[in-house]
């Protein structure tokens, strides 16, 4: 581009290509369009605490000794500090000496703050009659709304941006007997425009030609999660699961055809890091997965991997939903209800009327056609309505990192036709002891029979006793005592006991 060139930007549109203004070793490497094992293709291996590892693998072409290299399109929320490079078809022929992560997009306030002490030309707008006209200066500032201009008469000039209809801005010429190499602050403002994120690298190659090099960095804002459903049936004893990942990319870049993973479990970050390339054998679910394409998981160090079998392309400002497991169908299944009476050291504050919750368990066991590793994420439950067959939502929860041959628990709401009162019938204490009676009324407005689980939570740090009760309990742990209440339909049932906590 010769010296004395002027760009005409409009504010408001500001159109540019990166090609147009490349120096001549500055050579844009055009991202691949297709992802073949050992050639180029996108690797995306994504966390579900928000990052991923991009590992991209393009031809390049050097000339022998230094070059200077952009590597365009990748994310904007890269960590630049992880970026790691490799020449694949000739380890060690190249070799990055420095690298720049260019990231000041072009836009109207950059732009102009490129320009400050340069030419500038405002065309200004008019108001009825008058066609505006125009302002020709040096740029002084460019400070919020305002421009400030040193007019060719030497006066300066604020001129406020809403009154500026477009701008014209003439590019630096070097000063006689000097080249632009030979100072870089004064060559060419448009060769230093970005208008994509975009790593530039001193580069050394050995020899010429073109080489098959792979890049690999972190990016932040591009996450996972497991979105699961569960279909009841009639009656309450069996379901249907099946799981989906949601993907939602807002990195700043899109990922063609690439090879895709995710990874479940709490990784430890201190600063963003380098995923370890390992290779495991195929579990079962791999088996199942891979003929359709699907995700295939394996333990990976203290965590899991799902990769997926075929190619996925993920745009930038996307959420992706692709089938994550295979539909487990009739799957062993029973619904619970449970009234907890919480913590009894304030006991006072949990009489009177109470939620009964309602649950929904089941084991994931092979047994059970289920049987994997299961990560974090939202379980909505289903049922179908027998008059039209039409599925209706009946509750959510969300489940935890659950390794196979776990039981998952879902409350999913409270019962409407069930209603639970505790009564605090007496309470004494007395140095180092409380001795408390608790009276807890069951009923049961559901055409048919119920059994209702009462928790009573004692606090951990004391020895109690429950003599007497009307019913027969189990120690769930060291402060819970766990009441098993039946309950006819349309009656009334009651559990009572005393509670003796010594210290």
């Not at 990748?74 to 990055?96: N, R």
């Not at 049922?383 to 039209?388: E, I, Q, V």
Request: net charge negative.
């Amino acid at each position: 581009m010769r010296n004395g060139t002027v760009i005409s930007v409009v504010i408001t549109a500001i159109i540019m290509s990166q090609y147009c203004f490349g120096a001549e070793k500055m050579r844009p490497i055009a991202p691949s369009t297709t992802a073949i094992e050992g050639g180029p293709g996108v690797g995306l291996t994504i966390y579900n605490d928000n990052f991923a590892v991009v590992r991209e693998s393009r031809k390049m072409k050097f000339e022998k000794g230094r070059n200077t290299v952009k590597f365009t399109d990748v994310a904007s929320a890269i960590d630049p500090t992880s970026v790691k490079f490799s020449c694949l078809s000739s380890p060690g022929a190249v070799t990055v000496l420095e690298q720049n992560y260019e990231y000041d997009l072009v836009n109207a306030d950059s732009l102009l703050k490129r320009y400050i002490d340069k030419n500038i030309t405002l065309k200004l707008k008019g108001s009825g009659a008058d066609a505006g006209r125009e302002a020709k200066g040096i740029l002084m500032a460019a400070i919020g709304g305002d421009l400030i201009i040193k007019g060719e008469d030497g006066e300066m000039h604020i001129v406020d941006k809403a009154g500026v209809e477009e701008v014209s801005l003439k590019e630096a010429s070097a000063k006689e007997g000097e080249t632009s190499q030979g100072r870089p602050e004064d060559s060419a403002t448009a060769d230093k425009l970005v208008t994509k994120p975009t790593l530039v690298w001193l580069a050394n190659a050995e020899k010429g030609g073109e080489q098959l090099c792979e890049v690999t960095y972190t990016t932040e804002q591009i996450n996972w999660k497991a979105d699961y459903s569960a279909v009841l049936n009639g009656d309450d004893t069996a379901l249907d699961f099946s799981g989906w990942v949601t993907i939602d990319n807002k990195s700043g870049a899109g990922y063609r055809d690439a090879a895709l993973k995710l990874i479940a479990g709490n990784v430890r970050r201190v600063q963003p890091a380098m995923a370890p390339r390992m290779y495991m054998a195929k579990s079962g679910m791999a088996d199942m997965a891979e003929a359709a394409g699907g995700f295939q998981e394996k333990s990976f160090m203290e965590y899991h991997m799902y990769t997926l079998g075929r190619k996925s392309t993920i745009n930038n400002n996307q959420v992706k939903q692709i089938e994550f497991i295979e539909p487990a169908t009739g799957v062993t299944a029973k619904k619970i209800f449970v009234y907890d009476l919480g913590d009894q050291w304030f006991v006072e504050q949990s009489q009177g009327k109470g939620k009964v919750k309602v649950k929904i368990e089941f084991e994931n066991k092979k047994e059970n056609k289920l049987g994997i590793a299961l990560p974090k994420g939202k379980v909505r439950v289903f049922k179908k309505d027998s008059a039209d067959n039409s599925l209706q939502f009946v509750g959510e929860d969300e489940i935890d990192h659950t390794p196979k041959d776990e039981k998952v628990s879902l409350y999913i709401g409270d019962a409407f036709d069930i209603v639970a009162e505790h009564t605090l019938l007496d309470s004494k204490h007395e140095t180092r002891m409380a001795r408390e009676t608790h009276k807890v009324e069951l009923r049961n407005r559901k055409a048919e029979a119920v059994t209702v689980f009462v928790d009573e939570h004692i606090p951990a740090w004391v020895n109690w006793t429950i003599e007497p009760a009307t019913h027969k309990f189990i120690k769930k742990d060291a402060n819970t005592a766990r009441f098993e209440v039946a309950v006819d339909p349309n009656a009334t049932a009651t559990v009572q006991w005393t509670v003796t906590q010594t210290w």
